[in-house]
């Protein structure tokens, strides 16, 4: 098993910027990936950005590039959201993901998750 956990959300203005840190204990996998999803209300979840584990390969959703930045900690086994340049529509509940992942577009390929943490982004 994995576990995860998240913290860093919180309240804050437009164009301000959070950190949200997600830390993995247990031994990573074959494929391992972590990445942050999101979700706003009435709105499906979604990628925002993830992170390969070896190599460091990096994917980012078109809302957020240029204005958020993934990265990990080798060795606490750790990502990281930084997210700048804040704005209202990135209101959601953020959830870090971790697992063996082929596709990291794809949810339902990770399979181990945080319990979520809320951005709100006011104007």
């Known amino acids: 098993q994995v576990q995860l956990v998240e913290s860093g959300g919180g309240l804050v203005q437009a164009g301000g910027s959070l950190r949200l840190s997600c830390a993995a204990s247990?031994?990573?996998?074959?494929?391992?990936?972590m990445g942050w999803f999101r979700q706003a209300p009435g709105k499906e979840r979604e990628l925002v950005a993830a992170?390969?584990?070896?190599?460091?390969?990096?994917y980012y959703a078109d809302s957020v590039k240029g204005r958020f930045t993934i990265s990990r900690d080798y060795a606490k086994i750790t990502v990281y959201l930084q997210m700048n340049s804040l704005k209202p529509e990135d209101t959601a509940v953020y959830y870090c993901?971790?697992?063996?992942?082929?596709?990291?577009?794809?949810?339902?390929?990770?399979?181990?998750w945080g319990q979520g943490t809320q951005v709100t982004v006011s104007s």
């Open positions: 993901a971790a697992g063996s992942v082929v596709v990291v577009t794809t949810s339902r390929e990770y399979d181990y």
């Open positions: 247990g031994r990573t996998l074959r494929n391992f990936a």
């Open positions: 992170i390969r584990w070896t190599g460091g390969s990096t």
